[in-house]
């Protein structure tokens, strides 16, 4: 399985931005994608994450009410990103297929990382 995240850029602070992450290859094990990012000098932080099963949502403290995971279909998910802050920005991995908990790192695939850059 190989993920490709698209979408980041660099948006003022208060603006949206959405990023895809579509899954190719082998799917047959996936139940779960998720998204973590990673600000400069800090360890990856898990940010989203979405079951396919049950169809559960869960967030990070940090982004409740401001992201949206959607799942786009058996392949990809989207996240929505709105009134953006400076402190979003990072490198935004997408991830599938979770071995543990969801909101953990611990995931047999991941994407490329895409760059989100909020300037106040």
């Known amino acids: 399985v190989q993920l490709q995240a698209s979408g980041g850029g660099l948006v003022q602070a208060g603006g949206s931005l959405r990023l895809s992450c579509a899954a190719s290859?082998?799917?047959?094990?996936?139940?779960?994608m998720g998204w973590f990012r990673q600000a400069p000098g800090k360890e990856r932080e898990f940010v989203a994450a979405r079951t396919w099963i049950g169809d559960s949502t869960y967030y990070a403290d940090s982004v409740k009410g401001r992201f949206t995971i959607s799942r786009d279909n058996a392949k990809s998910v989207s996240l929505q990103m709105d009134s953006l802050k400076p402190e979003d920005t990072a490198v935004y991995y997408c991830?599938?297929?979770?071995?543990?908990?969801?909101?953990?790192?611990?995931?047999?695939?991941w994407g490329q990382g895409t760059q989100v850059t909020v300037s106040s």
């Open positions: 991830a599938a297929d979770p071995k543990g908990p969801v909101v953990s790192e611990r995931y047999n695939y």
């Open positions: 290859g082998s799917i047959l094990s996936i139940n779960a």
